[in-house]
């Protein structure tokens, strides 16, 4: 299967990753847990679409998926040093050069996403919505989108939908 064998490469063979400092230590079982959680999650946003594809086109999406669920469930603990953009800088390497289905040049793996339905990985920022002030509006209840809010919003929603438990640090 597609994911057994996406676990065996990215995961279990892929080495370099259990080395990089983490916020909070991360067990085996809660990674496994977040990449099922996101997968589970995707699988069923995008099932339609996926059904559309050609049996090689599913396999690319399917693995681009689990790609996408493994570097948040992996990569958005990286960090709780003097250097986060270091660590952050370092996994982004790794990841982006372990990923067969490789990733646009320019920015880190966490800016992107994969779409089946254009069967590429797409920037968040084309995700974040535009804002509009109003004038009435007291100032403590604006509220700015930004690339970061924006993806970490669809992964809190991910999990509150999904009925599993999640901790943004």
């Given at each position: 299967s597609v994911f057994?064998?996406?676990?065996q490469t990215y995961i279990e063979q892929n080495q370099e990753i259990h080395r990089i400092r983490h916020i909070a230590p991360m067990v085996d079982i809660g990674m496994v847990m977040t990449i099922c959680t996101i997968l589970d999650a995707?699988?069923?946003?995008?099932g339609e679409a996926l059904k559309?594809?050609?049996?090689?086109d599913q396999r690319t999406a399917?693995?681009?998926?689990?790609?996408?669920?493994?570097?948040?469930?992996?990569?958005?603990?990286?960090?709780?040093?003097?250097?986060?953009?270091k660590d952050q800088k370092e996994f982004n390497s790794i990841w982006r050069s372990s990923s067969k289905v490789k990733f646009p040049e320019g920015g880190l793996v966490f800016d992107y996403f994969y779409d089946p339905a254009k069967n590429n990985w797409i920037s968040w920022i084309t995700k974040v919505p535009i804002y509009t002030p109003t004038?009435?509006?007291?100032f403590t209840k604006i509220?700015?989108?930004?690339?970061?809010?924006?993806r970490l919003?669809?992964?809190?929603?991910i999990h509150v939908?999904?009925?599993k438990p999640v901790l943004f640090i």
């Open positions: 057994y064998r996406c676990f995707l699988l069923k946003e995008h559309q594809l050609k049996e090689e399917y693995e681009a998926m689990f790609i996408y669920a493994g570097l948040w469930a992996i990569g958005s603990s990286i960090g709780g040093g003097q250097d986060d953009e004038e009435d509006m007291a509220y700015v989108s930004t690339l970061q809010t924006t919003r669809y992964l809190l929603d939908n999904q009925i």
